[in-house]
C-alpha cells in the first residue's frame, strides 16, 4: 500500500465505528484524493475487466501467453502509484497464481490470497482497500478443483494448529450438502465461492460501488487439469 496513514481512515464500515452514507462516501473521496495522482488512468469498466480478465486466462490454456505488463518500462510506471484492473480474492493454492493463470502482469491484478478463499475480515478490508480506495472495477472470488481447505472441510478432519480456522470459515457450506450424493468437494468448491460473495456483500464500502455500477462481482472456478477459470455466478 502506498498510503502510511491509511488507518486514518478507519472510522469507515468495517472498522467498526457507524457513519452516515454521505459521510462515508466523504471519506473515500477524501482518501482517493491523496491515493490517486493526477495521471491516473482511466480506470476500465467492470464488464471491460472481465473481458480483459478472460481474455488472458484463454491465452493462457491456449499457451500462447503475452506476458503483458512484465518490462523494466512497466516496473517504474507503477513503482510510485498502482491501478489494479481487477481484485481475486482467491486460493493460497501453489497451483493457482493469479497473474500466471490470467496472463497479467506488475500492478494488474490485486491478489488476497487465503486458503480456502475465505472471506474473513483482513481480507475483506484488504478487498476494501483495493475497491474503494483503487478504483478497481472488478472482483472475483476464484475458487479452484480439488481444493484442499474444501477437502478438510468436507471430511471434517481434525487439523493442527491454526489450520482449522479456515476450515471452520467453510464448514457453513458443508452442512448444506451433508445429506447429497455425488463429489462434495466440487459442490463445496462451487458453493463456497457463493458463500464467500454473499458475505462480501455485506461490506457497506462494497456495497455502494456495486449499486453505483461502478463494480461487479463475480464467481469463477479454476480447473487444475486444463488451466481453464469457469464462471460461475
Not at 70 to 79: C, M
Not at 107 to 134: C, H, K, Q, T, W
Not at 140 to 163: F, K, S
Request: glycine share 8%; proline share 6%; hydrophobic share 45%.
Amino acid at each position: 500500500m502506498e498510503r502510511r496513514d491509511f488507518l486514518k481512515w478507519g472510522a469507515i464500515g468495517g472498522f467498526g465505528l457507524v457513519v452516515t452514507a454521505g459521510d462515508l462516501l466523504w471519506q473515500i473521496e477524501q482518501v482517493q484524493a491523496a491515493e490517486l495522482p493526477p495521471t491516473a488512468p482511466v480506470s476500465l469498466d467492470p464488464d471491460a475487466a472481465l473481458q480483459k480478465l478472460m481474455a488472458g486466462n484463454q491465452r493462457f490454456v491456449k499457451h500462447q501467453p503475452q506476458y503483458p505488463d512484465q518490462t523494466q518500462a512497466r516496473l517504474q510506471e507503477v513503482a510510485q502509484a498502482q491501478h489494479p484492473f481487477a481484485t481475486i480474492l482467491s486460493c493460497a493454492d501453489s497451483r493457482v497464481p493469479a497473474e500466471i493463470i490470467f496472463d497479467q502482469g506488475i500492478g494488474d491484478i490485486f491478489d488476497v490470497r487465503i486458503a480456502g478463499n475465505i472471506a474473513i475480515p483482513e481480507a475483506i478490508g484488504s478487498i476494501e482497500y483495493a475497491v474503494a480506495l483503487l478504483n478497481t472495477p472488478l472482483l472475483m472470488v476464484l475458487g479452484h478443483e480439488r481444493c484442499g481447505a474444501v477437502t478438510a472441510a468436507v471430511q471434517n478432519e481434525v487439523l493442527p494448529g491454526d489450520i482449522s480456522t479456515f476450515v471452520k470459515a467453510i464448514k457453513p457450506v458443508v452442512q448444506k450438502f451433508k445429506e447429497q450424493s455425488g463429489d462434495m468437494v466440487d459442490k463445496v468448491v462451487v458453493a463456497n465461492v457463493h458463500y464467500q460473495i454473499e458475505r462480501l456483500k455485506r461490506s457497506p464500502l462494497l456495497s455502494e460501488r456495486l449499486q453505483s455500477g461502478k463494480l461487479k462481482i463475480v464467481g469463477g472456478r479454476y480447473d487444475l487439469d486444463t488451466g481453464s477459470v469457469g464462471i460461475i455466478t
